[in-house]
């Protein structure tokens, strides 16, 4: 089965996504491999700041990075079920966001990630803020909808 799936995968010009969390949610985020590298990155280094107190001494505290807002995502609203529905609203997707900063920018990378895959409208399902080690860790997991653009009255 599994010699099967990749022939037809490697011949088809397909890629397979085989998960094997055991999760409660099963939503999957596909990002560009340049965006995971510099996010991949960026964790890699804050973790290490963190581990090395002797650093931390030694060098200036660098100020917190503002996440900057992808023009066209400030567009993107929030809505719920019912209203959705009554819209014409289109379920694409679930994305989950685990970020580790303020709230602000939380919601600016989830509606960042939700323009780009070609969405406008997300429903939060859960969303959940701890605090360990003097930081917040946010996780969001939101529905992406594409619902249709409202007509202007008279056409």
Known sequence: MLALA?????????QLLIDNRSRESGAVVVVPSEEWDAMRLSSLNANQSIGSPETENTEAEAPPVKIATIPGSEAI??????SASLGGCIASGIIEL???GVMDDAITLL???AFRLGNNQLIVTKMNS????SADT???EARMLTCPL????GN
């Not at 990749?6 to 397909?14: E, H, L, Y």
């Not at 609203?77 to 019912?82: E, L």
């Not at 409202?150 to 009255?153: A, T």
């Open 111 to 113: 509606k960042n990630e």
């Open 130 to 133: 701890v605090q360990a080690d």
């Open 98 to 100: 685990q970020h580790q």
């Open 150 to 153: 409202k007509l202007v009255k």
């Open 138 to 140: 946010i996780t969001i």
């Open 6 to 14: 990749a022939i037809v995968t490697s011949a088809s010009g397909c």
């Open 77 to 82: 609203t929030f809505s719920n079920y019912t």
